[in-house]
């Protein structure tokens, strides 16, 4: 029904809706407090930023981890292919 880059997409566009809704919530909480000091207010945007950076570089990471490690297991079947075929060339 749903090919792989269709899910792709809407894996990618739910959780882009999902940290635009938080970012939001937290830009409306953090207006909203009046109570909080500017300078809190600033070091908890900042905390937030860099969190979501860092989730991201995780990951990357994890996604570039595995496509080399996909990439290592295609080289390896693709060279026991061809040991096998040379096998049995030289069988016949």
Do not use: C, Q
């Not at 566009?13 to 600033?42: C, D, H, Q, R």
């Not at 290592?72 to 016949?92: P, Q, V, W």
């Amino acid at each position: 029904m749903f090919n792989e880059h269709n899910e792709n997409g809407l894996i990618l566009f739910l959780n882009g809706a999902g940290i635009a809704i938080a970012y939001a919530m937290l830009g409306i909480s953090l207006w909203l407090s009046t109570e909080v000091p500017l300078a809190t207010k600033g070091f908890w945007l900042m905390g937030i930023l860099l969190l979501t950076l860092s989730l991201i570089n995780v990951v990357k990471y994890r996604f570039d981890f595995r496509n080399s490690a996909d990439r290592l297991r295609r080289i390896e079947e693709a060279r026991n292919e061809k040991l096998l075929e040379e096998a049995l060339r030289e069988e016949s």
